[in-house]
């Protein structure tokens, strides 16, 4: 992938996504695998799971993005993810607000630093 950037991948609702491929976030792979995955009401969460572990897998993608109510529902395959890249980061949709208690990658960088470390 010499002289190419990484890809955005997103992991969410059919507003999110339809946002993100707006904006030109949308590929597919030299597989013809795209990078993004609408969820629907219908969408089981082993599909949801299979997704986030194969963009994990892809060495073409640089950051992961999921609608953080769809993230509560593969919990544990995201904290189990501690590698830099892809970064994951957990973001709100139009129905459903971002909890900063919920998101794990945050509490995780909370961790890593103190107030000393801010003045």
Partial sequence: MAGRG??????GDEDTCTG????GV???NKNRKPNFLV???DT???EIEETFKS???R???GIILINQFIAEMIRHAIDGHMLSIPAVLEIPSKEHPYDAS???ILRRAKGMFSAEDFR
């Fill in 59 to 61: 060495d073409d993608i």
């Fill in 39 to 41: 969820v629907e009401k």
């Fill in 102 to 104: 919920k998101d794990s």
């Fill in 20 to 23: 993100f491929l707006l904006g």
């Fill in 44 to 46: 089981s969460i082993t």
């Fill in 26 to 28: 949308g590929e597919l």
């Fill in 6 to 11: 990484k890809l955005i991948a997103v992991i």
């Fill in 55 to 57: 963009f994990l897998a």
